[in-house]
Nanobody, 123 residues
């Protein structure tokens, strides 16, 4: 079993930045591929970014490429999502997810989920 706890969300003006963190426990972190998803009101949960087990590969949704950066620190069992140049349409609950093996971009491919952290971007 894996427990995931997100933090770092908040209210920010358009153009601003936030850094989200997701701390994992319960399984060797370096065996887990990690992902970030987000869910806006009235919409389905959507892929944002993913990172491979050792961080050598990353993948991003087109809507966040060049603005968001995913990274991980296996020594701290933590994955990060740096959000820059934020837009009002980035407003959502951001969820951290984990899976064994190779990273994927589909929601159904992840085995474990955090409770989410709210990001609100004002115009």
């Amino acid at each position: 079993q894996v427990q995931l706890v997100e933090s770092g969300g908040g209210l920010v003006q358009a153009g601003g930045s936030l850094r989200l963190s997701c701390a994992a426990s319960g399984r060797t972190f370096s065996t887990l591929a990690m992902g970030w998803f987000r869910q806006a009101p009235g919409k389905e949960r959507a892929f944002v970014a993913a990172i491979s087990v050792y961080g050598s590969s990353t993948n991003y949704a087109d809507s966040v490429k060049g603005r968001f950066t995913i990274s991980r620190d296996n020594a701290k069992s933590t994955v990060y999502l740096q959000l820059n140049s934020l837009k009002p349409e980035d407003t959502a609950i951001y969820y951290c997810a984990a899976k064994r093996g190779a990273m994927v971009t589909i929601r159904g491919g992840y085995d474990y989920w955090g409770q989410g952290t709210q990001v609100t971007v004002s115009s």
